[in-house]
């Protein structure tokens, strides 16, 4: 495959931007197995490799809302959490939000988050909302390159995203979203 690049100028103001860099491998290097393609093909020399480059700034809590600091506490212990406590959270969440499910005056996970997405968004928290979830998407990402962490994931999006609005929340959507979390965190 052949491609033409034209130079581009860059925009006047970068920050904040991802960046695509291009690496040609030399003429001499040897095809190996670090070198290797889609599929593990080994590729040539002379190929030119892109790569996606993230620049992420550090979240703050600024950027997490009112609650922001406490927000941010959670985040951070969510990223040391261990074997057993991510068991234990997906066990919880699973039982609490599949029993909830059976209650019909109990507010169900699905509604619970509905309420609190809405409310966090009228509110101007948008933004931290996005943040919220890009950093739980970040911190699953480094635990999961084999198995796929669905109910982990949505209950530390969910515990983040209770406290997050929880000045904007009924007691009963709070409990539902944070439930599993405390039940773990606080035993």
């Not at 922001?68 to 959270?89: F, I, K, N, P």
């Not at 390159?145 to 997050?164: D, P, Q, W």
Request: charge should be negative; aromatic fraction near 4%.
């Amino acid at each position: 495959m052949s491609s033409k690049v034209r130079e581009v100028k860059p925009p006047s103001d970068t920050s904040g931007l991802d960046e695509l860099v291009a690496e040609e491998l030399p003429a001499a290097a040897p095809a190996g197995p670090d070198r290797a393609g889609p599929g593990g093909r080994p590729r040539e020399p002379g190929t030119i490799v892109v790569h996606l480059v993230e620049h992420r700034q550090p979240l703050t809590a600024n950027d997490l809302g009112p609650n922001g600091d406490v927000v941010l506490d959670l985040l951070l212990r969510a990223a040391r959490l261990t074997a057993d406590e991510c068991r234990r959270l997906e066990k919880d969440a699973s039982w609490r939000w599949g029993l909830l499910a059976l209650v019909p005056a109990a507010p169900i996970m699905p509604v619970a988050r509905s309420v609190a997405l809405v409310r966090g968004r009228g509110d101007g928290r948008s933004d931290a909302i996005v943040a919220l979830e890009a950093e739980v998407a970040a911190i699953i990402r480094d635990w999961s390159r084999k198995k796929t962490r669905s109910l982990l994931a949505a209950c530390i999006s969910n515990a983040g995203l209770a406290v997050l609005v929880r000045d904007l929340i009924d007691t009963e959507i709070f409990d539902v979203l944070f439930g599993p979390w405390r039940e773990v965190m606080h035993h």
